[in-house]
C-alpha cells in the first residue's frame, strides 16, 4: 500500500470502493445519490423523491455500504469470522409490495457480492418459506426486505427487541403508496418503536412526486425528531410525452361510456409496432373485456398478451410479471395491480383506456416505459368517450406544470392503535405510559388524548365500558392495571392471524373442480350466480358449479361467457388538480386556443354545448335546467370529482326536499351531478345561499346521505384491523362457525348497546373525511358561494348532461316516509328459469 | 302499515307480527324462531368484546306474550348458539326473565344449533323435542322444505330470511320478513344479533316485509 493511500482516511477509501463499482457497471453516481450517502453518514433521516427507474435505491443503499466499507478499512479482516455469531439485523428494507421483494434482494445483492461484503440478505413477506422463516426467529440477516404486516408480525414476537435493536435505518419504499393509508399508519408505529430502541435510528423514504412531500417526510421522521428531516430531489427532467388515440369519425364517438371499445383496432395497430405494450384500465371488469376484445381481433397472439389485475392467483400474476420483465410478452392488459415497483424494462408502449383520473396516477403508468435513466415516458391514452379527450389534454397540461395530487396520512385512526396493542402485548409487553409516550412520538397519533388511549386499551383489555358485566372476559391481561401482556396461546395465535390493515373482505377463492386456483370474486358476485352461468375471470370463459366453504369451483366453459365480476371499490375520483386543469381546457378553447389536437377533435361536442348552454367554468357555476319524459332535470357542473358530488348532490336535494315533499333520483359523475324529480323544482333566481351554505353543513351532510349506511360499511375494515371480526385459522373453518356476524351486523350491536364505542364514531369520521372527502367539499362549497351563477333552459340534454342522464347508477333522497316508499317497491325475484 | 297482518294460510288464521313472531289465536300460541341465546358470549368467548343483546330480545318476547296474553310459546330452533355462550350470567338472566312468566309452557322445535347445548337449564322450564312436531293443524320444524299442496301448514325458521326491495334502478333496501313458499311459512330471526340471508321469492310465494314496527305485504306478482 503506498503512502499517499494510508494517509487518505477509511471513509474517503470507502467512497472510492463504492465510486469505483459504479464505475465496474459503466455507471457514475448520480450527485443526488451521493447527497444521500452523505446525509446518511452524517447521521440524516429524509425523503428522496424521483420518478422510478432513476437510482433510488441505490441512493439509499449507499450510505449504508459506505459505512460498511469504512469499518473494514479500519479493521481489515474483521467480520469474516464467527460471522454467523454475531449477525445482526442492520438495515430493514420496507415495501407496500412483497411481489418487490426478491426484485429488491437481486439489486442489493450485486454491490454486496461484487464489493465483497459479507452480509447477508434475505426476504420475509407471506411468502417466505418456514425453513426461512424458522431461522429468522432466532438470528435475522443483516439486511431484511419485509412488508408493514411483517414488522408487525416480527414486533408481535417476544425476542422482538433482541432480533431489531441494533437495525439502524430503515429504508420504506414507495412511501407515497403508504402514506395514506392505514398501513402508512402501522408503518409508523413500528418505527416509533424501533426509534425508542434505537434513537440513532435513521430512516429514508422513497417516493415518486407528491404534491406534500415534505409533510411526507415529517410522517416518516415522527412527532419529534432530533434532526429535521432531509429533502433530496431525485434527478429530474424526466421527460413525459403524453398523447392520446383520436377516433377516425367523431360523429360516430359516444358521448359518454366507459368500455372505449371502439378504439380498440386504432390500439391494434399501435401495439402491433412492437416490444411489450401495458394496456392499463380503471376497474378489474374493464381489463377482462378489453382481454378478450384483443383475443378476439387477434386471435393468433395467444400466449403473448396476458391479463393482470389484484383479483388474479398471485402465482400467476407473479409467472406474468416475469415474462414482461424478460421481454416475452407482446401485450398486458392490467389494472393498478402493475402500477408499482418492478422494473420492466422492456416496456415500450403504455396504454391508458378511459379516464386517467389523475396526474400523478398517469406518470406513474407512463413512467413504466422508458425506465432507464434518461429516457422519455410515454402514455398513449384511448378516451372511451369524447369529454375524456378534454381529460387527456388537462393531464398534459398538469403534467407539465407539475401539479401533482397530495396525499393525506391517516389521523390517529384506533382500529389500528388497538391492533398495535395487541401487537405490543405479545411481543414482550408494556408498561401504559411507556406505551402512550412511544405511541405519540408518531405523527398519527402525535395529538392523541390520554382518553382515547385510555378508551383504546380498556377496549383492548376488557372490551370496554359494555362488558363491565363480564368480568371474566379479558384480550390482554393486567395484573397491575399498569402493565399489559397478551400471554394466552390460543388469543395470540388469532391475532397474529389478523395482523395487516388490508382487508381482502368477502372475496372467495375461484378455483377449477380438479383444485388448481385461479384467483378471487367478491361474495356480492357470486351470489348472483347459478350453476351453469358462464362468466368471463382471468381471461378465462368458466362455467360455475358450486360454491361451498368460501370456495367457487368453475369448470372450463365449452361457449363464451357473456358476464364479466364486478369487483367493489377502485373507482377514484378525478383529482383537484386533473379537474381545475380540464376547466382551464376549456377556458382556453373558449377564448380561442385551440391548438390541442384532443380539442380540435372535440370541438364540435364543444361548440354544440356554448350553443345550446355554455362551457362550464372555474368561476360561474352552470344550471341547466332540461324537461324531458322522465320528469324534471337540474344539471350542475361543480367539477369537484365524484365522491364531491355524491355528498354535495345528496346535499343540495336534502335542502331542496326541506321546502317541499319531494323525492329526487341523482346521478353523479366526475364533472357534476343531476336531479330528477316529478314535479318541477322551485328554484331561486339566486340559489347559492340555499343550497351551499357552509353553516349546517356537517348536520345536513348526515342527514342527507344515509350516513348511518355508509358508517356501516365503512365499520367493516375497522371491526376488522381491531379485531372485532376472526377469520378463522387457515384452513379449519369449522372451529370459527359460531363466530360468523358480519360486520354490518357489529355495527347495529354496536350502536344500539354501546352507542359511546369509540370506533363507531372512527367510522362516521372516515366517512366523512375519506368517502366523502368533506375538506374538498367544503371548498368546493366555498367557490361556489363566491361564484355567480348561470341558471339556462338548453332545447334538450346538452353534452354534458348527457353522460349524466344515461348514467343508471342513481341514488335516491326523499323527504317522504321510507314506509310510504316501501308499499311502491317492488320485490327482488328470482330470476325465471330460462 | 300496520303491525300486525292477519292470514289465511292452508285453512289456518294466524297473525303475523311485525316484531318477528306469529300468533295464532286460535291456541293462544306465539311462535318465534332463531333466538340465539349466547351468541354475544360465544363471541366474548373467543376473545372478541361484543356486548349482551339477550336482555333488550327477552323484553321483546315479553311484551309479545303479554300483549297476545298467549299461553304457549314455541320456539321453532336455535333457542341457544353455542354452549361455549351460555356463561351464568346469561343463565341468571334467562332463569329471572322465566319467573316472570310462570304460567307459560315453552317448547324447543330443536334446530342445528341446539345440539351444542346437551341439556337446557332446568329452571327454564323449557321442553325440549326433535323436528318436527305437530300442534293441532300446523306442523313446527327448524328447517324449511317444500310440502305437496295437501300437507298441513309448515312453520320454520332457520333462513334469518331477508328480502331486497327495489326501488328506482338500482338501489335497494334489505328487510327482514316472512316468507312463505309452498306450504312452508318461514318466520325472520327473532335474535336481533344475527344476519339474515337474503332470500329470492319466485312469483308464486308471498312475502311480509316488517319494517321497525310495522309490517307490509309486498306482492311478488305486478
Keep these: ?834 | 302499515m300496520p303491525s300486525s297482518i292477519p292470514v289465511k294460510l292452508r285453512d289456518v288464521t294466524l297473525e303475523l307480527l311485525a316484531d318477528r313472531a306469529i300468533f295464532w289465536p286460535d291456541q293462544r300460541t306465539l311462535f318465534v324462531a332463531d333466538l340465539h341465546w349466547g351468541k354475544a358470549g360465544t363471541f366474548r368467548h373467543f376473545g372478541i368484546p361484543v356486548p349482551e343483546t339477550a336482555s333488550p330480545d327477552l323484553n321483546r318476547l315479553s311484551d309479545l306474550i303479554s300483549q297476545h296474553q298467549a299461553t304457549h310459546l314455541v320456539v321453532l330452533g336455535d333457542l341457544t348458539h353455542h354452549h361455549t355462550g351460555v356463561d351464568p350470567q346469561l343463565v341468571d338472566i334467562i332463569t329471572r326473565w322465566r319467573r316472570t312468566h310462570p304460567q307459560l309452557r315453552i317448547s324447543l322445535v330443536r334446530g342445528n344449533h341446539d345440539r351444542h347445548l346437551k341439556n337446557l337449564p332446568d329452571e327454564w322450564q323449557i321442553e325440549s323435542v326433535p323436528a318436527p312436531v305437530a300442534l293441532k293443524n300446523v306442523v313446527c320444524q327448524h328447517e324449511p322444505a317444500v310440502f305437496s299442496d295437501d300437507h298441513p301448514l309448515v312453520l320454520a325458521g332457520h333462513l334469518h330470511p331477508r328480502v331486497e326491495l327495489q326501488e328506482g334502478y338500482t338501489h335497494r333496501v334489505k328487510c327482514h320478513g316472512f316468507w312463505y313458499s309452498q306450504g312452508c311459512l318461514v318466520l325472520p330471526a327473532f335474535s336481533s344479533f344475527v344476519d339474515g340471508g337474503i332470500v329470492k321469492p319466485s312469483a308464486n310465494d308471498r312475502v311480509w316485509v316488517t319494517f321497525e314496527d310495522q309490517i307490509l305485504e309486498v306482492p311478488t306478482r305486478r
Aim: hydrophobic share 35%.
Design chain 1, 1 to 834: 500500500m503506498s503512502s499517499t493511500a494510508r494517509r487518505k482516511s477509511a471513509r474517503s477509501l470507502a467512497m472510492e470502493e463504492l465510486t469505483g463499482w459504479f464505475t465496474g457497471q459503466d455507471w457514475a453516481p448520480f450527485p443526488f445519490q451521493k447527497k444521500v450517502w452523505r446525509a446518511w453518514l452524517a447521521g440524516d433521516s429524509g425523503l428522496v423523491h424521483a420518478t422510478t427507474g432513476t437510482g433510488k435505491t441505490y441512493a439509499a443503499l449507499g450510505g449504508p455500504l459506505l459505512d460498511a466499507l469504512k469499518k473494514r478499512q479500519q479493521k481489515p479482516g474483521s467480520g469474516k469470522t464467527k460471522r454467523s455469531r454475531s449477525r445482526k439485523c442492520r438495515l430493514l428494507w420496507l415495501t407496500p409490495l412483497r411481489a418487490l421483494a426478491s426484485d429488491l434482494s437481486t439489486a442489493i445483492q450485486r454491490p454486496l457480492d461484487d464489493l465483497e461484503l459479507d452480509w447477508l440478505v434475505e426476504t420475509r413477506t407471506g411468502d417466505t418459506t418456514s425453513t426461512i422463516r424458522q431461522r429468522q426467529a432466532s438470528r435475522l440477516p443483516e439486511v431484511l426486505i419485509t412488508t408493514p404486516e411483517s414488522l408487525s408480525l416480527l414486533l408481535a414476537r417476544k425476542n422482538a427487541r433482541e432480533l431489531l435493536s441494533e437495525v439502524d435505518t430503515v429504508i420504506v419504499d414507495e412511501w407515497h403508496e403508504l402514506l395514506s393509508t392505514k398501513r402508512g399508519t402501522q408503518t409508523e408505529l413500528a418505527l416509533a418503536r424501533l426509534r425508542k430502541w434505537n434513537e440513532d435510528l435513521r430512516v429514508w423514504g422513497l417516493s415518486a412526486t407528491i404534491g406534500n412531500l415534505s409533510e411526507a417526510a415529517d410522517v416518516l421522521v415522527g412527532a419529534n425528531p432530533l434532526r429535521p428531516p432531509q429533502m433530496v430531489k431525485g434527478n429530474a427532467h424526466k421527460k413525459y410525452r403524453i398523447r392520446s388515440i383520436i377516433p377516425e369519425t367523431m360523429e360516430r364517438f359516444p358521448w359518454s361510456g366507459h368500455l372505449g371499445l371502439k378504439q380498440l383496432s386504432q390500439l391494434l395497430t399501435e401495439v402491433e409496432k412492437g416490444g411489450t405494450s401495458l394496456v392499463f384500465t380503471n376497474t378489474r371488469s374493464q381489463s377482462e373485456l378489453w382481454y378478450q376484445a384483443i383475443l378476439k381481433q387477434r386471435p393468433d397472439w395467444a400466449g403473448t398478451i396476458a391479463l393482470h389485475h389484484g383479483s388474479i392467483d398471485q402465482d400467476t400474476r407473479r409467472w406474468v410479471e416475469d415474462a414482461v420483465k424478460k421481454g416475452k410478452l407482446r401485450c398486458v392488459v392490467c389494472t393498478s395491480s402493475l402500477d408499482l415497483g418492478v422494473d420492466f424494462t422492456p416496456v415500450e408502449r403504455v396504454f391508458q383506456i378511459g379516464s386517467p383520473k389523475g396526474v400523478a396516477r398517469l406518470m406513474q403508468r407512463a413512467g413504466r416505459s422508458g425506465h432507464r435513466p434518461g429516457e422519455t415516458s410515454e402514455v398513449v391514452c384511448v378516451p372511451t368517450n369524447a369529454l375524456e379527450l378534454v381529460e387527456v389534454a388537462a393531464a398534459r397540461r398538469a403534467v407539465l406544470s407539475g401539479n401533482v395530487e397530495s396525499r393525506s396520512p391517516q389521523d390517529k385512526p384506533l382500529d389500528v392503535l388497538i391492533q398495535h396493542l395487541c401487537t405490543i402485548a405479545l411481543g414482550g409487553g408494556f408498561e401504559k405510559t411507556d406505551l402512550l409516550h412511544e405511541v405519540r412520538q408518531s405523527w398519527a397519533y402525535r395529538n392523541l388524548t390520554q382518553q382515547e388511549f385510555d378508551w383504546a386499551l380498556d377496549f383492548a383489555t376488557t372490551g370496554g365500558e359494555s362488558l363491565r358485566a363480564y368480568p371474566e372476559y379479558s384480550r390482554l391481561e393486567t395484573p397491575d392495571g399498569d402493565n399489559f401482556a397478551l400471554t394466552d396461546r390460543k388469543r395470540a395465535r388469532q391475532h397474529r392471524l389478523s395482523i395487516g390493515t388490508i382487508c381482502g373482505d368477502g372475496t372467495l377463492t375461484v378455483k377449477y373442480m380438479k383444485g388448481a386456483r385461479i384467483g378471487s370474486v367478491e361474495e356480492s358476485f357470486v351470489a348472483k350466480l347459478k350453476r351453469g352461468d358462464l362468466f368471463h375471470f382471468a381471461g378465462k370463459s368458466l362455467e360455475f358449479v358450486s360454491i361451498d366453504n368460501m370456495i367457487v369451483h368453475v369448470r372450463r366453459a365449452k361457449k363464451t361467457a357473456t358476464t364479466v365480476p364486478r369487483w367493489m371499490g377502485g373507482r377514484m375520483p378525478l383529482s383537484t388538480e386533473l379537474a381545475d386543469a380540464f376547466l382551464q381546457e376549456l377556458r382556453q378553447y373558449h377564448e380561442g386556443d385551440r391548438k390541442s389536437p384532443e380539442l380540435k377533435a372535440v370541438s364540435e361536442i364543444l361548440d354544440l354545448q356554448e350553443d345550446w348552454s355554455a362551457l362550464p367554468s372555474q368561476d360561474s357555476l352552470l344550471i341547466e335546467r332540461v324537461k324531458s319524459r322522465e320528469g324534471h332535470h337540474l344539471f350542475f357542473y361543480p367539477f369537484a370529482g365524484r365522491l364531491v358530488h355524491e355528498g354535495l348532490s345528496a346535499l343540495v336535494a336534502h335542502r331542496l326536499a326541506q321546502r317541499e315533499p319531494i323525492s329526487f333520483t341523482m346521478s353523479v359523475n366526475d364533472y357534476g351531478f343531476e336531479l330528477l324529480s316529478p314535479q318541477k323544482i322551485d328554484l331561486p333566481d339566486d340559489p347559492r345561499e340555499l343550497l351551499f351554505r357552509l353553516d349546517t353543513m356537517a348536520d345536513d351532510i348526515i342527514h342527507s346521505m344515509n350516513a348511518a349506511e355508509m358508517a356501516r360499511r365503512q365499520f367493516r375494515d375497522i371491526a376488522r384491523i381491531s379485531g372485532l371480526v376472526f377469520n378463522g385459522y387457515p384452513g379449519q373453518q369449522r372451529t370459527t362457525r359460531q363466530l360468523q356476524a358480519s360486520t354490518g351486523l357489529l355495527f347495529d350491536v354496536f350502536s344500539n348497546y354501546d352507542p359511546d364505542n369509540l370506533l363507531l364514531h372512527q367510522s362516521r369520521r372516515e366517512v366523512l373525511e375519506q368517502q366523502l372527502d368533506q375538506s374538498r367539499m367544503r371548498r368546493t362549497m366555498e367557490r361556489l358561494l363566491s361564484n355567480e351563477v348561470r341558471i339556462v333552459y338548453p332545447p334538450r340534454l346538452t353534452p354534458f348532461a348527457f353522460p349524466l342522464f344515461v348514467d343508471r347508477l342513481r341514488q335516491k333522497l326523499s323527504t317522504e316516509q321510507l314506509k310510504d316508499r316501501i308499499a311502491r317497491m317492488s320485490l327482488v325475484l328470482e330470476k325465471a328459469a330460462s
